[in-house]
């Protein structure tokens, strides 16, 4: 700082941080090592990579899996929503049967519960639709016929993803003061107008993040129903590679389009964010933001 | 007899668990009265405002608001609690504004206006916003209608939080220590406010620390503490003049 200067900016040489170099350089070294070799390597066939790529089949069943994916979650949220108001009313009943449901569908795993839907064929051979305890059928069908591999697989991953997005919900409806639902019912809101219009969209906000998580947990999950023989992506490619022996191969080719569409997938959240952010200031995420920097720094 | 009279409790009993928040509280208040209830934190003034609009139930006595039984329907001797909608009708009708506003943030100041005259009481959307514009005009925010909350000013807020209650046109205002979350810069604005409303023969019973507003304003104010009735009368009876040693305590600790 010069005597002769009113200014009285701080202008200091700024600390020097060598090791960071060093260590980002190690690891370019070694990922571009790493990446080379598969390249190079004389096990992996591109040219198998190339055609199978973009080919039709792997392409309807990327296309098959985000429709899995897309529905699942469909259904698995608004059956979340239900159980979350569920397991927060004051009714013992339907509170009782939330927290069962959560536990068990949380408590077995998902591939187990995949191969259960589809083996339900063998449980109830016929789906019959009349009157309890007499004799009368107005309507029957073979299970197999209803709850087709498809049917059974929907049925699994939304099932299962209620559970989980139950408690997300819940948490989200937690999130939202106490004093909204009171203002609401002063105003002379019933209970399910309240939840629709002035809980919900509040709850939202903490809802989507961890939902965005379960969409993309969902996405990958679709390749359990290959066990019930369902054509997505990972049953596709691998029926594939079963025929050509090209196992890694087929491998990088569902893995690439898994990573296509988690990222694509990713975007409607950024979107809904803001959507559910609305008059929770930009300003005050900033400044949060910047408080958090500036106890980093000092 | 009770046609003129907006709210009528009698022996009004409420307790959380095993602790008895309001130990029979009788209190009338005619129609057009404004009533101001003073009282030390934990006297169970605010939880007697919120029995009113059955935002508590009450444990024991009677509380009518406009000759109508609040939350329960009485066939002879026995009384049923009522069903959820009818609840809601009846609140429809009571407007209630709380210490911390409590809008909507997830709305602008415009649509916390007509949210419940249009989703409870059914009106159109061109007269709900019609209404409301008049209202946020009448407490000076007609600029601010486009606003989020958290844009808007404590004592703004405050005033969209009174226009909103008014929206449903309620027959009885209940405010519920409105200015005490507020900067001292922004209590006059929310009081003129009230004070209009007031002047415009609105039945309002208002908890407040504000001795000011209290002595200016009310018709009557009543001391509470410990769950009852300490002292009830006009402002110059109560706040100039109390009889009762823990008034007196009190006056003299907030003035």
């Known amino acids: 700082m010069s005597e002769t200067s009113n200014n009285d900016d701080v202008v200091a040489v700024p600390l020097r941080h060598p090791w960071r170099w060093v260590s980002a350089a190690l690891i370019v070294v070694v990922l571009g090592m790493f990446i080379y070799s598969l390249y190079a390597s004389p096990n992996i066939n591109h040219d198998i990579i190339n055609k199978y790529l973009f080919n039709g089949k792997v392409i309807a069943a990327a296309w098959l899996t985000v429709v899995l994916t897309v529905v699942s979650m469909l259904i698995g949220t608004i059956l979340a929503i239900i159980l979350a108001v569920m397991k927060l009313s004051t009714n013992p009943v339907l509170k009782m049967v939330a927290t069962g449901y959560i536990g068990f569908f949380r408590g077995t795993p998902l591939l187990l519960q995949v191969v259960f839907w589809g083996y339900l064929g063998i449980i109830y051979p016929t789906i019959d639709v009349g009157i309890p305890f007499t004799d009368i059928i107005w309507w029957s069908e073979k299970t197999s016929l209803v709850f087709t591999s498809l049917v059974a697989g929907i049925i699994a991953l939304s099932l299962n993803e209620a559970a989980y997005a139950a408690e997300i919900v819940r948490a989200g409806i937690l999130s939202v003061d106490q004093g909204q639902a009171e203002a609401?019912?002063?105003?002379?809101?019933?209970?399910?107008?309240?939840?629709?219009?002035?809980?919900?969209?509040?709850?939202?906000?903490?809802?989507?993040?961890?939902?965005?998580?379960?969409?993309?947990?969902?996405?990958?999950?679709?390749?359990?129903?290959?066990?019930?023989?369902?054509?997505?992506?990972?049953?596709?490619?691998?029926?594939?590679?079963?025929?050509?022996?090209?196992?890694?191969?087929?491998?990088?080719?569902?893995?690439?389009?898994?990573?296509?569409?988690?990222?694509?997938?990713?975007?409607p959240q950024s979107w809904l964010e803001k959507k559910y952010g609305r008059g929770f200031s930009v300003v005050n995420e900033k400044a949060r933001w910047m408080r958090i920097g500036m106890k980093g720094n000092v | 007899m009770s046609k003129q009279l907006m709210v009528d409790a009698r022996s009004v009993r409420k307790n959380f668990g095993s602790n008895e928040v309001l130990k029979g509280i009788t209190l009338q208040v005619?129609?057009?009265?404004?009533?101001?209830?003073?009282?030390?934190?934990?006297?169970?003034?605010?939880?007697?405002?919120?029995?009113?609009?059955?935002?508590?139930?009450?444990?024991?006595?009677?509380?009518?608001?406009?000759?109508?039984?609040?939350?329960?329907?009485?066939?002879?001797?026995?009384?049923?609690?009522?069903?959820?909608?009818?609840?809601?009708?009846?609140?429809?009708?009571?407007?209630?504004?709380?210490?911390?506003?409590?809008?909507?943030?997830?709305?602008?100041?415009?649509?916390?206006?007509?949210?419940?005259?249009?989703?409870?009481?059914?009106?159109?959307?061109?007269?709900?916003?019609?209404?409301?514009?008049?209202?946020?005009?009448?407490?000076?925010?007609?600029?601010?209608?486009?606003?989020?909350?958290?844009?808007?000013?404590?004592?703004?807020?405050?005033?969209?939080?009174?226009?909103?209650?008014?929206?449903?046109?309620?027959?009885?205002?209940?405010?519920?220590?409105?200015t005490s979350a507020l900067d001292p810069e922004l209590v006059g604005d929310v009081l003129d406010v009230m004070r209009k409303l007031a002047k415009s023969g609105m039945t309002m019973i208002v908890v407040t620390h504000e001795i000011g507003f209290a002595r200016e304003v009310a018709d009557r104010v009543v001391f509470m503490d410990g769950g009852v009735v300490v002292e009830d009368g006009t402002p110059t009876q109560v706040i100039d003049k109390p009889q009762n040693a823990r008034t007196k305590a009190f006056i003299n600790s907030v003035l």
Not at chain 1, 222 to 246: D, G, H, K, P
């Open chain 1, 184 to 267: 609401a019912k002063s105003l002379g809101m019933g209970s399910g107008y309240t939840l629709r219009r002035i809980v919900l969209p509040q709850a939202m906000r903490v809802i989507i993040p961890p939902l965005g998580n379960e969409f993309i947990s969902m996405l990958k999950n679709t390749s359990l129903l290959q066990v019930v023989a369902v054509m997505e992506l990972y049953a596709r490619t691998s029926q594939i590679s079963s025929q050509n022996l090209a196992q890694v191969e087929l491998l990088v080719v569902a893995g690439f389009w898994y990573l296509v569409m988690t990222t694509i997938l990713s975007f």
């Open chain 2, 30 to 178: 005619e129609k057009g009265q404004v009533l101001c209830l003073l009282g030390p934190s934990g006297s169970g003034k605010s939880t007697f405002l919120r029995c009113i609009n059955h935002l508590e139930t009450i444990n024991g006595g009677r509380l009518y608001v406009d000759g109508e039984l609040m939350g329960f329907r009485e066939k002879g001797e026995t009384i049923h609690e009522m069903k959820p909608n009818a609840i809601s009708m009846q609140r429809s009708e009571i407007g209630m504004v709380f210490q911390k506003f409590n809008l909507f943030p997830h709305l602008t100041a415009l649509e916390n206006v007509i949210e419940a005259p249009i989703g409870v009481k059914k009106i159109s959307k061109s007269a709900a916003t019609e209404k409301a514009m008049e209202l946020l005009k009448s407490v000076g925010l007609s600029d601010k209608a486009g606003h989020y909350p958290s844009q808007l000013s404590g004592g703004q807020q405050q005033r969209v939080a009174i226009a909103r209650a008014l929206a449903m046109e309620p027959k009885l205002m209940l405010f519920d220590e409105p």
